[in-house]
DNA sequence: TTACGCTATGTAATAGTATAACATTACAGT
DNA sequence: ACTGTAATGTTATACTATTACATAGCGTAA
């Protein structure tokens, strides 16, 4: 439920901020992120957090409530895209960024029916990866 | 995806615990449960913690991730139960905890797509309740 | 009984996450 | 120049969660 308008440009600081997620090969916490930035100039985990708050509006970033971490998006920027959903490794710490008609859809039936007006919504899976199982 | 086996019987901590989630009118945080807890003798925010840790495994309480709070099940006791999904209002604070088949089974169905092994499942809706909304 | 293992508890200290408050700078439009 | 808005810098503080260690209760095997 992103609201990604027309492609934003970003600050500097927004700038490094997604460069630094965009790099991260997994989900990064903000203050993972502003030790990444120190060399840059970075020095208060205010810098981080508003830089985050933007990209996530942008939707060039998503949180991940259930990690207290920041993943970049990982689709084509302008691409539209249904809310997000994510499946993460509970063992490599991986996540998997994916979005499907049919579930948020059946959300927001829901929602409609229930009355409540939708204006974000988190999915997030818990479990391991086709990588991390054993048998 | 709680685990909620047979009926558990609590200790006293965590039947103080869910009793005064129980009792409030909406989600709380741990530090809030500490705060209604004071009289009865707590006096630790790990007091809180770990109850919380066992009532949310035995499914009587849920963690609401974007909250960082957790609310008592709304469920009746050892009433099966899809993994929990909620909904919360911004303005009101209110909960709505619903369990819809369809959405955790189109949720079921992608992870055996991909292949990854499903423990738990975050589903959480922000927005407005019925009651909050203006028009 | 005693000893052992396991769970629960108490308490203090610390780690990790996020925001409030205030000062400053940049820049566009008038 | 004046004004309004957005971004930034910096310090301090609030909020959330865990580590570490000590203690107590209880069931059971020796
Ligand atoms: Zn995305
Ligand atoms: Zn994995
Ligand atoms: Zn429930
Ligand atoms: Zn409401």
Avoid at 56 to 84: I, K, Q
Wanted: net charge negative; hydrophobic share 45%.
């Amino acid at each position: 439920m992103s609201v990604a308008g027309k492609a934003p440009e970003l600050t500097r600081n927004q700038a490094l901020v997604h460069g630094a997620l965009v790099r991260a090969d997994g989900p990064l916490s903000a203050y993972e992120v502003l030790d990444r930035l120190r060399e840059q100039g970075f020095k208060a985990p205010l810098q981080v957090y508003r830089a985050l708050d933007k990209l996530v509006a942008f939707g060039l970033v998503h949180r991940l409530e259930s990690l207290n971490a920041f993943v970049a998006c990982s689709h084509a920027e302008g691409e539209t895209e249904e809310p997000a959903a994510f499946a993460i490794c509970d063992s490599c710490g991986g996540v998997t960024e994916f979005a499907d008609a049919r579930i948020t859809g059946d959300l927001k039936a829901w929602a409609e029916t229930d009355r409540f007006s939708l204006t974000g919504m988190t999915i997030e899976l818990r479990g391991l990866c086709a990588a991390c199982q054993t048998g």
